[in-house]
């Protein structure tokens, strides 16, 4: 049995960062025959780059799998494995897109595996022992395993897509970290959202979009919230707590059509040809845009935005397409093999076992062991006998668990219930001749655990049963950690048992981020933290260590940021490789490492920094953001947002010359062109002959402004002049997170001064305000006052020193709306301001040797620092489109 979270569909993506060479491992469908292994290794290639395929992987290497295959994989997304159950997280802001990401780049090279980003594999020929990619490329396999996830469902209404599956403007599915990007940006601004489905992800899709500020409605066509989950009372209980948040739920409303505006027009329009079950997001040219939903009964809800979240379906092309047996998903034997074929394994939410689907994680972590003790031929009598699933979750911000049944079905079936409406309690047990069969516990699920290891393992019922819902002079809560059987699963996330967290502290992890990040027990959804840690303080009979780790700027170095670039300093340590030689232990290099050191080197020693680039992300190496299908954004500078006819023509010059797909203004007063190819990267830039601007690292990006005093009736600063000046003075500083800047011409905000990390607002008398760590994202935060000055030559001058101070002291990736609160603007007012440490004018030294030393990096297109800098990787597989036989 097992405690789980649903998993909104599992990925298939791959990191555009890998270093191995993109041919490698495939060849033409013409040699693909016969078996070719490297250094005597079996070719093992893994479709999809998710939870389910990754956990297998990681499986495999642990039996020593490194030294039996070759392995590559392939994945429809660019990007590394990440963790699907946050994206609501991502959404609502609660987590960055950096922490939901599983494995690396760099942990695919040390383990010697091939990386094929946003190479989607169409098809399998199980004779030839060959699958093929999109481009007609093959790639020949010994053993093949299928982990190709889940796509959104889009229900069969009319309007709610097109005939190829692609959904209209202003409608979005919810699988994918550009689904989550799509709803951000398209967010801001409206006023109205409606999700379709009451599931968990619907309802945690409706709470992220509240962070926007939206009004948002759920549609369920069900008569229950969470009816998979809950009984009709609990889900009564549910709605009322999701109503109290101020979310308007619509219980049992069947959407008729979607309604739709013509985009240019924004007229209504009757062309709402329904679609197949696609997947998709965004605007979708010459299917209009979604106003509104028309339900059975004719009445209407008109809405700005519309996202779907109404289940999933396994992906399951490929088994189709190789002629292996299709249900619902791939059918498999006990040893996760299809049962067509011995040396194809099929794992995850694409799998069917006797025949379940699971779409929690917990089974898929099961099956992903039983694949790699078989496939390894560590215990070829391994077998997966299928899973009991239990879900412990919050549903926007409300505390449910569930397992089993949710109502009785026999006449002598046991039921104990509890209900409290006010409080949003609901706790009920079935008990079927002595045994647990099914709970559901809402708002309180402090018996959780008890309860998931009475249903897990049958254990024998306390005689009086409301012990099964309260604490009726039972033992402490620690004594209840030490009771728990060692393979009660704590994790539902990643499938951790006591037993191993319990191994973790006996062989000397004393802390609790240690043992987090030893197990990843608590690293998923983070609900099973608090268990967590009362299981290592147990287990550590007191003995629990202070981690220390928790203050260095960097995993793989023991140091805190001050002592870290005091060494640098003192040791003249220039590269990061350096830097892990010197001060690393045993010298040992960690990836996770590399991007936060070179940062804080090129901050240190500017131009005397020496660059190693593979410690750099993609980003950075070609000095472009990666979009989803591996093409670039160009965004050059445009000072305070000031530009000219001539740069305007260069744009659209380069926009037409090269093909640009889009060219859009940006909210901090740029303009951005979209889908370049990275192998024109450097004649793009030449063709415009204007200075990089920085839209995808890490540093100082732009600073808006508005038009002040010149031609506003309100302004009584010329911000425009002074915004200019400071984005040519600091822009492209390298920093520890990204800099946005503005600057207002008066109170009025326009420019948003108020919520950006520097923010000057000019008063009357000609005085200048200036504001540090606001923030204007998924959560506002107006900047603290740091000083009222006179002059805007002051206002330079406190700006570098404030920007200089928090490059030295933040951490890694913290913005200035986390630092200044962490500090405290008192101490900042007063080194900044006052010099109360006597280091301002080291400050005001320090960051004008970065000013000195800063070079455009977008003249790197007349030199490239590598020889592949701007080779092109895309397609990844470049051969000529041969069928396979």
Not at 195 to 207: M, N, P, Q, T, Y
Not at 378 to 396: E, F, M, R, W
Not at 721 to 745: D, F, M, T
Request: overall charge negative; charged content about 25%; some cysteine.
């Amino acid at each position: 049995m097992t405690i789980t979270e649903n998993v909104p569909g599992t990925s298939t993506a791959a990191s555009a960062a890998s270093t191995v060479p993109a041919s490698a491992g495939v060849v033409p469908a013409q040699r693909a025959h016969g078996r070719t292994p490297a250094g005597g290794r079996e070719r093992l290639v893994v479709v999809g780059n998710g939870m389910a395929g990754m956990r297998a992987v990681e499986e495999i290497l642990a039996r020593h799998g490194g030294d039996l295959f070759d392995i590559t994989v392939f994945g429809d997304e660019p990007y590394g494995n990440y963790n699907r159950i946050l994206l609501s997280n991502v959404l609502a802001g609660a987590d960055t897109e950096d922490e939901i990401f599983l494995n690396t780049p760099e942990w695919y090279a040390e383990n010697g595996i091939r990386l094929r980003a946003g190479a989607r594999v169409t098809g399998l020929d199980r004779y030839a022992r060959v699958v093929t990619i999109e481009d007609g490329a093959v790639a020949p396999y010994d053993k093949l395993i299928i982990a190709t996830g889940s796509r959104s469902f889009i229900p069969p209404i009319k309007g709610l897509a097109g005939p190829d599956g692609r959904l209209p403007g202003g409608v979005f599915a919810f699988r994918t970290i550009d689904d989550c990007r799509a709803m951000i940006g398209f967010a801001e601004g409206r006023r109205t959202a409606a999700v379709i489905g009451g599931g968990l992800l619907g309802l945690e899709a409706a709470r992220g979009l509240q962070t926007y500020g939206l009004e948002v409605h759920v549609i369920d066509a069900a008569p229950t919230l969470m009816n998979q989950q809950l009984c009709a009372e609990a889900g009564g209980i549910l709605r009322r707590g999701v109503e109290e948040l101020g979310i308007t739920v619509h219980p049992g409303a069947r959407t008729a059509q979607i309604l739709l505006a013509d985009d240019e027009t924004g007229h209504e329009t009757d062309d709402q040809t329904g679609g197949d079950a696609g997947g998709g997001t965004g605007e979708s040219a010459g299917l209009g845009r979604a106003v509104g939903l028309e339900f059975a009964d004719g009445s209407r809800l008109d809405v700005d935005m519309i996202v779907v979240a109404a289940g999933i379906r396994p992906n399951v092309d490929i088994g189709l397409r190789g002629g292996l047996t299709v249900e619902r998903g791939i059918v498999t034997d006990d040893q996760m093999r299809s049962v067509d074929d011995p040396d194809i394994y099929v794992v995850g939410e694409c799998a069917q076992h006797r025949g379940q689907v699971y779409g929690l994680v917990a089974p898929l972590w099961e099956q992903a062991t039983v694949l790699a003790e078989h496939i390894t031929g560590s215990d070829l009598d391994a077998a997966y006998h299928g899973s009991k699933t239990a879900t412990k979750l919050k549903v926007a911000g409300v505390a449910v668990a569930a397992m089993g049944l949710k109502d009785a079905e026999h006449p002598d079936d046991e039921v104990v219930r509890f209900v409290e409406p006010r409080r949003g309690v609901y706790k009920s047990v079935i008990i079927r001749d002595g045994k647990l069969v099914g709970a559901t516990l809402l708002g309180d699920t402090a018996k959780s655990a008890s309860l998931i290891q009475a249903f897990d393992n049958g254990l024998p019922l306390p005689d009086e049963r409301l012990q099964l819902l309260f604490d009726i002079g039972l033992p402490a809560a620690e004594v209840g950690a030490a009771e728990m059987a060692d393979d009660a699963q704590v994790c539902n996330c990643n499938g951790v048992s006591k037993g191993k967290i319990v191994a973790c502290v006996k062989g000397g992890m004393k802390t609790v981020p240690g043992v987090m990040n030893a197990t990843r027990a608590g690293k998923g959804c983070g609900s099973c933290k608090l268990l967590v840690k009362e299981i290592v303080e147990w287990a550590a009979d007191g003995e629990v260590e202070e981690d220390l780790s928790a203050n260095w700027y960097v995993p793989g170095v023991p140091l805190d940021k001050p002592a870290l670039m005091a060494a640098v300093r003192e040791r003249n340590l220039r590269s990061v490789s350096a830097v892990f030689a010197a001060l690393a232990p045993d010298g040992k290099e960690d990836a996770a490492s590399k991007m936060a050191l070179t940062s804080l080197l090129r901050i240190v020693w500017g131009s005397d920094f020496i660059d190693e680039r593979d410690g750099r992300f993609i980003n950075d190496r070609v000095h472009a953001n990666i979009q989803k299908d591996g093409t670039f954004s160009v965004v050059p500078m445009i000072a305070g947002g000031v530009t000219s006819p001539d740069e305007l023509r260069r744009i659209a010059d380069v926009a037409e010359k090269y093909d640009v797909p889009m060219v859009k203004i940006t909210g901090g007063q740029r303009i951005d062109l979209l889908g370049v190819r990275k192998e024109d990267l450097p004649k793009v830039w030449a063709d415009l002959d204007m200075p990089s601007g920085h839209a995808y690292g890490k540093s100082f990006r732009t600073v808006k402004t508005c038009v002040g005093k010149d031609f506003c009736r309100f302004g009584v600063g010329d911000s425009t002049a002074l915004g200019v000046a400071i984005e040519q003075r600091y822009h492209g500083l390298e920093s520890p997170g990204k800099l946005k800047l503005a600057v207002n011409g008066c109170p009025r905000n326009c420019a948003e001064g108020l919520i950006k990390d520097v923010g000057v607002v000019a008063i009357d008398g000609g005085r200048w305000e200036i504001y540090i760590g606001g923030a204007g994202g998924a959560h506002v935060r107006k900047g603290d006052l740091l000083a009222t000055v006179g002059s805007p030559e002051e206002v330079m001058m406190l700006t570098g020193r404030f920007l200089q101070y928090y490059r030295e002291n933040a951490k890694w990736l913290e913005r200035t709306y986390t630092f200044v609160p962490r500090v405290g603007i008192e101490k900042i007012r007063a080194v900044i301001v006052d010099d109360a440490e006597g280091i301002a004018a080291d400050l005001d030294a320090r960051i004008q040797e970065s000013i000195d030393a800063y070079v455009d990096p977008w003249l790197e297109r007349e030199q490239p620092a590598t020889a592949g800098q701007f080779r092109t990787s895309l397609p990844l597989i470049t051969l000529p489109q041969v069928p396979v036989r």
